[in-house]
């Protein structure tokens, strides 16, 4: 079975993700850091030589590659995953999708302190990102809003999303 994470960023799809795997027995793949690994750039490098289109096209590429040669694994999706070239509708299709719905001001505490790491915010004054992060997550939620499974993000979520999967 193939798991896919989605939400937004600083939602807990990577933590999530490797306590999942790990409990399940599957590989795990954070599609992040699987891009940095096969561009052999930091995101934010990617970002500001490339630029967000680049960066998009080459995460629909990875992300084909890793679903079309694995069977099993979970899948830290970045957060703008779903909303570019139907990936949502690929990866509902190739597998399971679930949403990591984490309120707004649990995102803006995480996100203040991983503001250096994310192209997306890097550069936004802190008194701003409430606001990005209000807008953003609006644009994005009809995209999210289309997974199998919603799970709100708690201390006990990756048990809650190993039943709600597997119906145990």
């Not at 193939?2 to 599609?31: A, C, H, N, V």
């Not at 750039?41 to 079309?68: P, S, V």
């Amino acid at each position: 079975m193939r798991i896919f994470l989605i939400g937004f960023m600083g939602s807990g799809k990577t933590y999530l993700g490797r306590i999942i795997s790990e409990k399940l027995q599957f590989p795990f793949f954070d599609l992040d850091e699987c891009i940095v690994s096969h561009t052999g750039k930091e995101l934010n490098t990617l970002f500001a030589e490339e630029g967000e289109e680049y960066f998009r096209q080459l995460e629909k590429e990875i992300l084909h590659m890793i679903t079309e040669s694995h069977e099993d694994f979970v899948m830290a999706c970045g957060g703008g995953t779903p909303c570019f070239f139907n990936n949502i509708e690929y990866m509902k299709q190739k597998g399971m999708t679930v949403w990591i719905d984490a309120p707004l001001p649990v995102l803006e505490e995480r996100l203040l302190k991983e503001k250096n790491n994310r192209p997306l915010i890097r550069d936004l004054p802190d008194e701003q990102l409430m606001s990005f992060i209000s807008r953003k997550y609006a644009d994005r939620k009809i995209y999210y809003e289309q997974a199998h499974i919603r799970v709100q993000e708690e201390a006990d979520a990756a048990d809650v999303i190993i039943q709600k999967i597997f119906h145990v």
